[in-house]
């Protein structure tokens, strides 16, 4: 497979080189060569490379570019919370440290093309050059005219040079409503299991022969295949799991070719791992030490689900979320001593009946949740400061949420942020029985 | 008596007073109630002393209970960065190379408390491991700001968007740049999973720290602080259910626990002239020679020292009340001191005897015990008596070891009751250690056995070491010179209640202003009140929307009534300009009060925001 990458312009050596650092990517990077032309040749103004997670978009890219020696900027779009930032990369790294004090204190778009242009005046060069944007997508969210212009890059600034995009999301989402230059489209599909199977072979443990540590993939590929085909998860599962994998060759107690007895030794560890490691519940550093210990399950973030709250919170918690799920109309019925009977058919109307579970939290003004708080609450409570200073702490837990902005002072309202089954879990904590009070489940 | 006067304006003492230097004016406040300034300076240097012993007292405390779970995160800490260090030359950290070591720090939902705590996290770490630490908080990063060591506090509060930003940021520098991320979190681990989409969680390898849960810090506070005889000022029953009710159902802080201490504290020195012996034996004793008659009048005024005296026979009781000097005092002052050090030693032996036992009759904290024995002979409880019962029946193992626990606490018993209880206690585990071989042979026999017998004598011993010890401080006699008891005023000091209080100053403005025009029978009001007051009241006869016109009707009617004017007159209950004026301005503070509000349902109409009407 390897050195088959064939471009005039570049030397062959070179090429032999990317060809090896780019495994499965061979198609994908003679599509770019085949694009890039050679040195000298104009390029076409703007390419689009998207595909998902891993699928080494910007390894592919670097590494095509850094080991050709071709001039090009790299830029994350995260880190530009400004334009001038953008700009300033861009220069820096195409005409070196000075060029990025020639922009003013917050350039424009036109600003940055006129610089350009007067820097290319200053040192021609016979090369393309490249810029990649990372993380294109979050130039959406910046000037309307920033991604249109960067499409078309290579006439506004009259030079050599091209604008590769990189974003895991297609195309079709980024196109404005006032039309631009379509760029060329490329598509990096996922690894298949073979090329996974090859990749991660690559970083193989120094003191283990590959064909081991090929082995152990191989195993680790038909465990987590089904349920992750992210490289770099399947990597940090790799790493995780393998000096378990070869505990029983430290030991002694199995040798090389024994790959069966490997298996066995292997599967329950990974079929936990399935279970916590994935997503990310335990640091990779507590998961190996829990493997030495084999201290029975292990207790990942979420098995930390327990608050503790002070006893009034709870309460008002419990009343947040009765008034957000119940409505309004119905407090009577739950609240008051001699409420009569209300059948629930013919009660309400038509678009309450459906579950209010289903429908989400809805939102109440502060009386009503103080109305039901005091209703709730088995003993008499004064309306004192603390009172009133825990809902706004609860709203920090970020347990209850604040809704609507204008009036903030007058009537407040909020809504509940917390599910069914950690309000159950509270309510058993002060022995409230909360589902009678729940309209849905009567 | 100028000075007393001022004094007695001021009486609401905020503890943050206290934090100025001792000024002459500070000691000023602590004449109330005594006319002598030497007095009154010795109980403010007194009280200065003890709350500056307490004071570090408890701090050395949360340190020390904060030292465990900040020692393994500073581990974790200089593990990482050594690591980052010694480069990547090993396999699994070349494989682990761009995830960010972070810990996560659960601390519980009490967020005052934490700023303790970060705060000598990052001191530790600039000092150990590298002087680049940087703490955020929340409020202050709303956008992407410049951000080595990272601690964030609160992370729920954080928003998603910018977290996410900052840590894809950082994990692309991470091979060349080492960072360390400390997250606090105040509800529950989850969060970040909610917060943080996987890929960005991804990029960090998390480790959970939990701290100690704010309960048992509490537990610990009171039972090092509280339940101890090396401090003399103590806090009766009910003051301390206060303070713990607030912590339990309001706040989960400790530290506003122990600033309730501090109200108390200051209190108890500010109001009770007497608490000048309120301080170690060897000092109180030297105070006692120097009280004045006044004083001396003012402890045969004691209620305690009345019913002491009643005891006495009625020869003693002529003596006790007219005699002048202070020989009694010392001795009860001394035995004050002798039932403090006995009181606690068998306090926590029931209490380890006790808390064992199924469905915990006395309570499960040593704290419920200790406040159920301060409000009355514990022996008469109910609870006491099914306690006793479950301890009968208790297995022979079960019983020695607790019986051992017990010994274990006598043992720094410095009196020589309890110096004599100890011996008696280990001369019964001895016995039973004996009994143990005896048993299997008297096994068959439906006599009670030696065991049983043993049994029923220690409960017995136990019984009378409660009965003995465990008194209530009200039954002995100077006991208010220690204890603390108005809980009411402790309670309106740390419960603040801004509502009732605003509605008693509208409805009832004799209670704030206290001018002798104002005062009315119940229920009745007063026109002389001030307009705000007035027009407050004529609101709450109205539903939820109230008409302005009407409303300034009703209140020249009443305004006009209290200028005297003749019902019958022309002009009378009629709106003229300067009443109108008043009026606007009353309904507008009532506004910015936030009782009412303007609506847009009716042009000329307000709308309520309370509900309820006289």
Known sequence: ???????????????????????????????????????????????????????????????????????????????????????????????????????????????????????????????????????????????????PAFLRLQELVEDNVTVILLSEIVWDKFRPNTGCFEPLLLHFPDYSKDELQQILSEDSHPSYSTELYSAFINILLGVFYSVCRDLRELRHLAALNFAKFVEPLESGKVNESE???????????????????????????????????????????????????????????????????????????????????????????????????????????????????????????????????????????????????????DAPKYKCAVSLDFILAISRTVSFDIVKYLYDFL | MSTSSVSKGCFVFKPSAKKR????????????????????????????????????????????????????????????????????????????????????????????????????????????????????????????????????????????????????????????????????????????????????????????????????????????????????????????????????????????????????????????????????????????????????????????????????????????????????????????????????????????LTSSLPKYPLGKQIRELHISCLEKNVWDNEEYASAMTLLRMMAKEELVSLLQKCSVILKPGKTKKMRAVLLRLDDLITRFTKSLLEMKESRRTKKMSQFEILRDEVLEFFDSLVRCHLAPPESQPLYEVCYYSSSAVLRRHLNATPRTSIQTALSNPYHYLKNESLRTEDGTFSSAAPDICIVYKLHLECGRLINLYDWLEAYATVVSAAEGKDPESADYGKVDELKHARFIQAVSELEFLGFIKSTKQKTDHVSRLTWGGC
């Open chain 1, 1 to 147: 497979m390897a050195g088959q990458l064939l471009q005039p312009g570049y030397e062959e050596n070179k090429l032999q080189r990317v060809s090896k650092l780019l495994p499965c990517r061979d198609v994908q990077s003679s599509m770019l060569l085949a694009l890039m032309g050679e040195p000298e040749q104009y390029s076409y103004p703007s390419i689009f490379i998207y595909g998902h997670r891993a699928t080494g978009k910007s390894h592919v890219i670097h590494t095509l570019l850094k080991e050709l020696d071709i001039p090009y900027a790299t830029v994350t779009c995260v880190e530009c919370v400004s334009l001038g930032l953008l700009f300033e990369q861009v220069l820096f790294s195409l005409f070196g440290p000075d060029s990025a004090t020639l922009l003013s204190r917050s350039p424009s778009l036109s600003d940055f093309v006129r610089v350009y242009k007067q820097l290319c005046v200053q040192n021609p060069a016979k090369q393309t050059k490249y810029i990649v944007l990372d993380r294109a997508e979050l130039l959406r969210d910046m000037d309307a005219n920033l991604l």
């Open chain 1, 259 to 409: 790959t069966h007895k490997l298996w066995r030794n292997i599967e329950p560890h990974l079929k936990k791992a399935m279970q916590t490691v994935y997503l990310r519940e335990v640091s990779s550093v507590q998961w190996e030490q829990q493997m030495e210990k084999e201290a029975g399950a292990v207790r990942g973030l979420s098995a930390h689900g327990h608050v503790e709250l002070p006893y009034y919170s709870k309460f008002l918690l419990i009343a947040a979320y009765l008034a957000s799920y119940n409505p309004a109309r119905t407090d009577r019925r739950f609240f008051l001593k001699h409420h009569g009977k209300i059948k629930k058919t013919n009660f309400l109307k038509k678009h309450e009946k459906t579950s209010n579970h289903l429908l989400g939290p809805k939102p109440f003004a502060l009386d009503r949740l103080l109305a039901i708080f005091y209703s709730v609450v088995d003993s008499r409570v004064a309306p004192s400061a603390s009172v009133f200073s825990q809902i706004s702490s609860l709203v920090t837990l970020q347990l209850l949420s604040q809704v609507g902005h204008n009036d903030q002072l």
């Open chain 2, 21 to 352: 230097k001792p000024s002459p004016t500070v000691e000023d406040y602590f004449t109330h109630g005594s006319e002598n300034m030497e007095n009154s300076r010795l109980r403010f240097r007194t009280c200065q002393s003890l709350w500056e012993k307490m004071k570090t007292d408890t701090e050395l405390l949360q340190e020390e209970l904060n030292r465990k779970v900040l020692d393994s995160l500073l581990e974790f800490i200089r593990k990482s960065s050594s690591s980052f260090q010694r480069g990547t030359d090993d396999w699994r950290s070349r494989m682990r190379a761009h995830e960010i070591p972070t810990a996560a720090l659960v601390l519980g939902v009490n967020v005052p408390d934490h700023d303790m705590t970060f705060q000598s996290l990052s001191e530790q770490l600039q000092l150990s491991v590298s002087p680049f630490v940087v703490s955020l908080q929340a409020k202050e990063c709303a956008g992407m700001t410049e951000l080595h060591k990272l601690i964030f506090k609160d992370l729920e509060v954080f928003s998603p968007k910018v977290l996410q930003d900052f840590i894809i940021i950082c994990s692309r520098y991470i091979e060349q740049l080492p960072l360390i991320f400390v997250f606090g979190i105040a509800t529950a681990p989850s969060v970040i999973q909610h917060t943080l989409p996987h890929s960005v969680s991804s990029l960090l390898g998390i480790e959970l720290f939990q701290s100690l849960s704010c309960t048992q810090h509490l537990a610990t506070v009171i039972d090092q602080v509280i339940l101890t005889s090396e401090f003399p000022f103590k806090l009766s029953g009910k003051v301390l259910q206060v303070l713990v009710s607030i912590f339990l159902y309001h706040d989960f802080s400790v530290r506003n626990f122990i600033k309730g201490l501090q109200l108390a504290l200051l209190e108890h020195f500010h109001s009770q002239p007497l608490s000048v012996l309120c301080c170690r034996k060897q000092e109180a004793l030297g105070h006692i020679s120097k009280l004045s008659h006044q004083d001396v009048e003012r402890i045969q005024q004691l209620p305690s020292f009345m019913r002491y005296v009643e005891q006495q026979g009625p020869q003693d009781q002529v003596e006790l009340l007219t005699n002048d000097d202070h020989e009694v005092c010392v001795k009860l002052l001394i035995d004050l001191h002798k039932y403090h050090k006995n009181y606690y030693p068998i306090l926590r032996c029931l209490h380890v």
